[in-house]
Structure formats: C-alpha cells, structure tokens
C-alpha cells in the first residue's frame, strides 16, 4: 500500500494480525494435545519400567519450553514499528494512529509550503508496552520534521503572516510592550488599540518563519499600524412618543395635548479612534437612559369636516404667516376692528376659511375692505377677510373649515400686502386673537 504524505510515498507492510494469533492458537492446541499423550505414556512407564522414565523427560522439556513460549507470543501485543531512514522513530498500534497523527500534523500547518517530511518504514513488532498515542506519533513526526516545521506562535496581520516565536506569551508580552509603548500619543487618556486586524495563532510553523525575540519585536514595530481611542461621555436627550387618541365627537382638525410629554435623558459613551491626529472611527460603546422620557398624550379628534358646517372654533385664516402687523382696538384716533396678518412674501398667499359656514358676501367693497369674503358661522359667529387680490367663492357657497377662498392682496385701504381678518359674535366685532387657537407674533413695523 502506498499513500501521501506531505510530497514523499511511502510504504506500509500489511500484516494480518488476527491470523497471527489464529495460527499461535492452533499450535498451542497441537502441543497440549501432544503434552497429555507423553504423560500416559510417562504412567504407562512408571508402572512397568521405572528405569526408562529418564529417556522420556528430555522430550518432554523441550515441548514444555515450547509451550511456553507459545505462551509467552500469545501474551505479546503486536504492533507496527515505524522505521525513519532506518531508524526508529514509535510503535504505533496500526496504521490508523500514523495516519492520524500525519493528519493532526498537517492541520496544525498554519503556513502552507512545500514541506518535507518523513518516509517511513513499518516493521512488525512486539509493542512492549510503550505503544504511541496519536498526540505521541504526532509529537514524534514534528520532531522528524524539524527541520522544516516547528511548533510555535505565528503572528498573522490582516491575515498575513509575519513570522513565529517559539511561545504565544512571549508574542502576547511583544504586543502589549508596543501598546504600551503608543500610549498617550498626544492625546489625553489615549489608548493605543491596533489598527489592522492582529492574530497570534499557535501550531505549526516552517521553522525558518522562526524570529528572535527582538526581531519579533522590530517586525512588530514595522508592520502593525496603531490608533488611538479615547472614551468621550456625554448626555443626551430622549425624545418622547406622542400617543393619540381619537376623539370622534372632535372635528379632525381638532388636537388637544392631554399629558405633556416630558423629554428623557441618556449617557451615552463614545469610543473615538484617532490615527496620525485624525478622527477615523466612532462607536457607541453605552447608552443608559438616566431619565426615561414621559409620552405626550394627544387627542385628535376623527369627524370629518363638511362644507357648511362650523366646528365651534377658528382656524388661524393664512397658514403662510402668523405675524400680525396689526393689533384689534383703538388706532390713530379709530377703531381697528380686525387683526392684519401679514409677513414678507405674503403677497398672493392662501386665504383659507377659518370655520366652515355660507358665503354671505364676496366681492369688492366700498367701505374700504377692498376685495372681502364673509362668511356665516351658524347663528352667533361670521369672519370677514379683507384686501384680497383673489376671491375663490361666491354668495351662497358652502365652505369648509380650511378650505381656500382668497388670495392675500391689498385692495381698498391698504398700505401693504395683509389680510383685515375680523370675528364677528353677533353682529359685535371682537378681538380675532382671542379665539385663534395658535401662537403668533405680534410685529407692527409690518
Ligand atoms: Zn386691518
């Protein structure tokens, strides 16, 4: 039989070693047999010629010797000497333990090459007791192959590999003296981390990859690119859910903080690389929330809005601006009766209704209004939008709170492009700005 190993044949002598021991028994049973016939015949002897007893004890001594070393064999493990250029080199039980071991070798081969290695010769042989194990077999073809492989710690950098030192603690000692040799670069509380992707793996390595200690060291040095972390902490804000609840007696334009929301707090640990003073990676190492955020509640309402029918509350009319220019109330001796929105660029924005109601009027007005729109909200309210460019409604039309019936113009008396929006409750104007439900600024250099 022949088989590879490593790039050498070589051959292994097939024994049957059941047959062996078949053919000891067979001459065991022959000898006992024999034995048992010379013993009658020792009987048959005492009793008739006691004298010639004599001639037969030498035969008999010989098959015992026999015998015994029949015995002796049967006794005997037999096992498979494996012979290296002539020399010794293990006991092996069988083939499989050599194989396996040349298996275990080769797997252990952290760096491929052409290795030579070991042609051995098997011979049958008594094991004596000191039969290998696999690890032994394996120990011994290592040692066969010094010259070519050595165990050992190879260091790898971005999978390449670099070279081997005879023990991994010294390789690990050789890194961390150069981390610690990196550390504070300049930068405060700066731990030098590798750059590239450092491996020391143990097994087997060719022997001449092996380096000393210092030149360990210096390849080191050489080949393995540092960068410098430093851990930054800092607080955060959580933001917090808004939770809706649906109101269905509520107009959908309808929403109504019930519970504040109240904005959370983490710490949150950030590991910052540096390398040659520049910034190469961020990771977030922690986040713990030191103040869980509360959720806002909100209620929204879900009936739709109808053309004509009034919700009750007022819409802010131009959602482009929420400056007014103009406040409700006395004014260079009269009366403002409304609120003027304006803004830069208000010039041709929507004017939207501002609840949903009738058409009463639109057109142009002789009292100063300019191009106006009124609408009728039920009994008690009407809104009246003033100085439009556009009208988009006519008398009699249902509208929709939001709906757009105007365009921002300066028709009748005005200075500048706004709307006169007025509120009136009964037939009473009053102050718009105390029914708009937004937030606005007042700024009267508009
Ligand atoms: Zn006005």
Redesign the pocket.
């Known amino acids: 039989m022949s088989k590879r190993f490593f790039d050498r044949k070589f051959n292994i002598y097939k024994i049957n070693y059941n047959n062996i021991s078949k053919d000891m028994r067979k001459i065991e049973i022959i000898l006992k047999s024999l034995l048992i016939k010379t013993a009658r015949k020792i009987k048959e002897y005492r009793f008739r010629k006691p004298k010639n007893v004599l001639n037969l004890i030498a035969p008999l001594s010989a098959i015992l010797i026999l015998i015994l070393t029949v015995n002796f064999w049967q006794s005997k493990d037999f096992g498979l000497l494996v012979k290296y250029k002539g020399q010794a080199i293990a006991t092996v039980k069988n083939e499989e333990t050599f194989n396996q071991a040349s298996v275990l070798v080769m797997s252990r081969r952290m760096v491929q090459n052409n290795n030579k290695c070991i042609t051995p010769q098997y011979e049958l042989t008594d094991v004596g007791g000191n039969i290998s194990t696999i690890t032994s077999m394996y120990y011994n073809l290592v040692n066969q192959c010094q010259d070519d492989l050595s165990d050992g710690c190879g260091l790898f950098v971005n999978n390449n590999f670099l070279g081997a030192v005879k023990n991994k603690s010294d390789l690990d000692a050789i890194l961390n003296a150069a981390k610690a040799e990196k550390r504070n670069n300049g930068i405060k509380n700066a731990q030098a981390i590798f750059y590239d992707s450092v491996q020391t793996v143990n097994g087997l390595y060719p022997t001449k990859s092996f380096v000393n200690i210092e030149n360990m060291a210096g390849l080191v040095s050489r080949e393995v690119k540092f960068a410098f972390t430093i851990q930054s902490s800092a607080q955060k804000s959580v933001p917090f859910k808004i939770v809706k609840i649906s109101d269905n007696n509520k107009f959908e334009d309808y929403s109504q903080v019930k519970k504040q929301g109240v904005i959370g707090k983490e710490n949150c640990i950030t590991q910052i690389s540096y390398m040659s003073g520049k910034k190469v990676k961020s990771n977030v190492i922690s986040e713990q929330v030191t103040k869980a955020p509360v959720d806002e509640v909100l209620i929204v309402g879900t009936k739709k809005l109808t053309a004509g029918v009034a919700t009750g509350t007022f819409a802010w009319p131009v959602p482009y601006s929420h400056i007014v220019s ?1 406040v409700f109330g006395p004014r260079f001796g009269a009366f ?5 929105i304006a803004g830069p660029n208000v010039q041709g924005q929507d004017i939207n209704a501002s609840d949903g109601g009738t058409v009463t009027f639109a057109g142009m007005d002789d009292s100063g209004y300019g191009n106006c729109v009124i609408i009728e909200h039920g009994k008690s309210y009407k809104t009246l939008y ?2 439009a460019s556009m009208l988009y409604v006519h008398v009699g039309e249902k509208v929709k709170k939001g709906q757009k019936i105007a365009s921002v113009g300066m028709t009748g008396d ?1 200075d500048g492009y ?5 509120i009136w409750k009964n037939n009473v104007k009053v102050d718009p700005l105390g029914y708009l439900n937004y937030k606005y600024t007042i700024d009267e250099s508009e």
Do not use: Y
């Open positions: 103009s403002h009766s409304g609120v003027d003033g100085h005005a706004h709307l006169h929006f007025e």
